[in-house]
């Protein structure tokens, strides 16, 4: 490391300190007047505040006022229901009439962000410096040298360092296991105690272990090239995967612990919108701002590589704008605000009533929304992937494979490139395909039919599942916080549906192949060990056959690492199945044994 | 039958397979580096941290049981061929139907005093790894004899982890008893950039002792003395087949074989770095050390030994490297000093990391040879070039057709056209650009 990269080092790391540690510096008043509800619900609170009397109380953290909230509530929940019980007023239906969970949730987050009283909520614009802007700092300072480099391949030492070279298998195992156990459990307790869900989900994932390890014999092919040898663990990587882990469950199911980070985010959605910043600003605010900022590593790193360059300032651009700024302006502007390229079956709720409503009532450009989003996913997508392979949304413009290709390139050497991987990819992300194939038509039968309950499943619980499950545990929680665990692309290898969807068109219907130079492969491994897909590349490279795979994601690294220049992304129909199927490095027929000329 | 393959390197793996491929004869692979085929090139990968040494294996581990080809670790003693039985060093003894010989290479030594030190070393098998490993830490400076493919990739696994190297080489430029003089001038000036003190035209001398067996420091023929805690041992390496030398094989530098990979005694082949061809093809070497020809001859003697003969062919040259951070590639005819009969076109790139060459024949016009730094051409559309004997006019024309650099790289192509145009006065242009679909139709053709 050289002085630019310890002074950068030290920086973020002091910025990552203050990050984590602004969430305990505020105390909490309470203060009746803040209180922002329902008039249904208003006197119950209000009784249930003077019953716990906490009027005016002062808390030193948040984990007792949470839980002195949250008891208030309990007591108000209790009093609407005897409510309940002497009548509901004519227009309301009992679920609007009961505080609901969901609705307790967001008054304890509402109260939580009006009341704080300390040096964050004080301060917010300092902090933000301190924490996002100094680390924002802190990486360029650490990145810039790099792009004074000889131009060629960094990847000295991935291997060597602690947060990179990924786990072991036991300890690998356990996060796995654990996490899955720990998203079921906590599933239970999300669909209120209904414990259907979450026992079809567990059911669904032993048939496909079965199926992968039972079927012939696969229990005995051991893999080799998992990206877990037995004798290594860095534990640097671990933390920042547990920290990661902890940040997505704060995030989506207990916001009202991260009120802080929110409250930093406030003074930059009060600049771009005029309104206080909700979690979901605070996501795409540190989204976007990890994009760039690795963004720019990543540049600098393949500072060489053209290809490299354009496609990271394209994701780079496409969160910026489409993920970002557009939506924040559209809602700004009162219109419906989307991500216009967050295509279905990624983006799951497109087809929900509610958001089919809301585009057709929001008039010319709602509609204009819905028939762009619907035209990409039916039409735009399988045309742009005939021509150009899934890259050109996946490694192109996707939020997810941008923050993949930023992000979490310095981890893209830990996917799993055993064929045991490959046969579990297969049938997880055909799965999810399919799983969301079938909800979105329940849902669609509900919007146009009204009824809720078709052959006995009920479609809100099927959706709701579904965006907990799919949505927001699968593609959040484990998508990114396994980034050190299990490699950059988990979700988008074996969750994301759209990627499954992309990959089918484009592994029977594409010009889209990886095309091997003649006989020039040496068999290094370099292309597999830096795919992030895990696919092998180097067992088709050998062999001088094109390489034609769903999962393909067209970042080009295999090429890029490839030290005999043997690979190169290309498009074009011609002979593409002969090419990828015949083992081509060869140098005698085998049917008349003669020398190939 | 009864096969026996000694050596699990690319060629005795690739007959293994192509055996398998072809025959459902009993195959066994006997190694004492490693239980596992990996790839040898990839060893550089591991010292740096790119890779694991599990990533270098081209095959699972299950790959083996499953395709029936039974792999062992032991040491051939001794071979006997009369009864057609080998020695393990365990003692035990095993019998073969066919044998075939593929012990590779071992680094050459040239009587140097010294030479037999602990902390001398090569940079060939996997124990040559794990002696770097070992003695890395706390190394003041390591000393490279030799400059060949081996030298660089020794010297950029030493500079991977800042430790300071000093490379001896003979030749007045890096690798210029192979390279052309501008390429070799390339290498040379790359490596400076990359801060390696290189010395040219320096021969080793002497290996000191430490006083407990260990080398310390080196001597060069210019009298100049070299302290070091490491000396690599980069100047080639010759046929791995020691054990071999007191039987009734015949044996000159390598196992000597006719053009059927079999040698004197029946039934026995031998493949790969460590076979000497009796009558190479014309224009190249009688033992080739590299991956790509023990790659052929592996497949060429799984069929010989199936009983469906055919001759060894290389068929055109091609090899390719790396040299730090430039791609070097080679198809066809290129010699270092280029004779009287062959024009040669050479662009270089300002930058000085990039270049083209390409040799052709003055007399009748057509291509022999590509060399390239830093650019990357497709083997298939060379190598049709150079066998349809197409005319260097027509090549660069359609120069497109062999650019193989990655998408929106910049193409160069046009450049050695126009240099082609200043040199003759013609006025040709470059009419066909890069891209899949014209290349797929070209070789179709």
Known sequence: ?597 | MKIIIIGNGISGITAARFIRKLSDYEITVLSYETDFFFSRTALMYIYMGHMRYEDTKPYEDWFWDKNKINLKNARVEHVDFTKKALTLSSGEKMSYDKLIIGTGSASNKFGWPGQDLERVYGMYSYQDLEAMEKYSEGLKRAVIVGGGLIGIEMAEMFHSRHIPVTLLVREEHYWNNVLPLEESKMVSRHIREHGLDLRLETELKEIHDNGKGEANAVTTNKGEKIECGFVGLTAGVHPNVQFLKKTDLEIDKGIVVNEFLETNMQDVYAIGDCAQLKSPKEGRRSIEAIWYTGKMMGETVAYNVCDRPVKYDPGIWFNSAKFLDIEYMVYGEVPTKIPDTMGTLYWEHPDGRKSIRINYDKNHGHVLGFNLMGVRYRHEVCEKWIKEKTNIENVLQHLGLANFDPEFYKQYDRKVVELYNEQTGKNLELKTKRGLAKVLSFLNR
């Open chain 1, 1 to 597: 490391m050289n002085i630019f990269n310890k002074v950068g080092l030290a920086l973020f790391v002091v910025a990552l300190a203050i990050f984590t540690l602004s969430l305990g510096l505020d105390g909490y008043t309470f203060k009746q007047s803040k209180l922002e509800v329902d008039e249904i619900h208003r006197n119950s609170i209000l009784e249930a505040i003077q019953n716990q009397d906490i009027e005016g109380k002062k808390f030193s953290n948040s984990f007792d006022y949470i839980h002195a909230l949250r008891k208030m509530f309990e007591e108000a929940t209790t009093i609407q229901e005897e409510k309940a019980k002497t009548g509901i007023p004519e227009d309301l239906q009992e679920w609007q009439f009961n505080l609901s969970k969901d609705k307790v949730n967001n008054y304890v987050l509402s109260i939580v962000k009006s009341t704080g009283d300390g040096i964050v909520s004080n301060n917010k614009v300092l902090f933000w410096w301190l924490t996002i802007g100094l680390g924002i700092i802190g990486g360029l300072i650490y990145i810039i040298p790099t792009f004074f480099k000889i131009p060629g391949i960094k990847n000295d030492h991935i291997y060597h360092r602690s947060m990179q070279k990924g786990l072991n298998l036991s300890i690998r195992g356990f996060f796995l296991g654990a996490t899955i156990i720990g998203i079921l459990l906590y599933g239970v307790f999300y669909m209120n105690k209904n414990w259907f869900w979450p026992a079809v989900t567990l059911v669904i994932s032993g048939i496909i272990i079965a199926l992968v390890l039972f079927r012939r014999n696969e229990k005995e092919h051991e893999p080799t090239k998992s990206a877990s040898p037995p004798d290594v663990t860095g534990w640097l990587g671990v933390i920042t995967g547990i920290y990661l882990i902890g940040f997505y469950i704060l995030l989506y199911w207990v916001p009202e612990y991260i009120v802080p980070w929110i409250q930093i985010a406030d003074p930059l959605k009060q600049l771009i919108v005029g309104t206080n910043a909700d979690r979901w600003f605070l996501y795409g605010m540190l989204y976007t701002v990890i994009v760039l900022t690795m963004g720019i590593r990543m540049i600098a790193k393949y500072w060489h590589n053209k290809y490299q360059i354009l496609r990271t300032i394209s994701v780079m651009f496409f969160q910026t704008c489409f993920a970002f700024l557009i939506p924040e302006i559209l809602s700004k502007l009162n219109m419906p605000s989307m991500d216009l390229k967050n295509i279905w079956p990624l983006n799951y709720s497109f087809f929900f009533d509610y958001n089919i409503s809301n585009l057709i009532q929001s008039g010319g450009f709602g509609i204009f929304l819905l028939v762009w989003g619907t035209l990409l996913a039916l039409v735009g997508v399988p045309v742009f992937v005939y021509f150009f392979g899934k890259r050109w949304y996946c490694s192109w413009v996707c939020g997810c494979g941008g923050l993949a290709e930023t992000l979490g390139d310095p981890y893209r050497q830990l996917s799993d490139k055993s064929l045991r991987a490959w046969k579990y990819e297969r049938f997880i992300v055909h799965g999810v395909l399919a799983f969301a194939v079938i909800m979105t038509i329940l849902t669609l039968y509900t919007y146009f039919s009204g009824a809720s309950r078709i052959i006995g499943l009920d479609s809100y619980s099927v959706r709701t599942w579904y965006g907990f499950l799919i949505g927001s545990a699968f593609a959040g929680v484990v998508g990114t916080g396994f980034y050190p665990l299990m490699g950059n692309r988990v979700w988008c290898r074996f969750g994301c549906p759209l990627a499954a969807y992309l990959g089918l068109v484009q592994r029977f219907k594409s010009k889209f192949r990886i095309t091997t130079n003649g006989s020039q492969c040496i068999s290094c491994g370099n292309c597999s060990t830096y795919c992030e897909m895990g696919i092998d590349v180097r067992w088709y490279a050998q062999r001088g056959q094109d390489i034609v795979r769903a999962s393909c994601v067209g970042c080009g690294i295999c090429s890029a690492v490839c030290p005999r220049g043997v690979l190169r992304l290309e498009n074009a129909s011609g002979d593409i199945d002969d090419r990828a199927e015949e083992l081509r490095a060869v140098h005698i027929s085998e049917d008349e044994v003669r020398l190939l000329s």
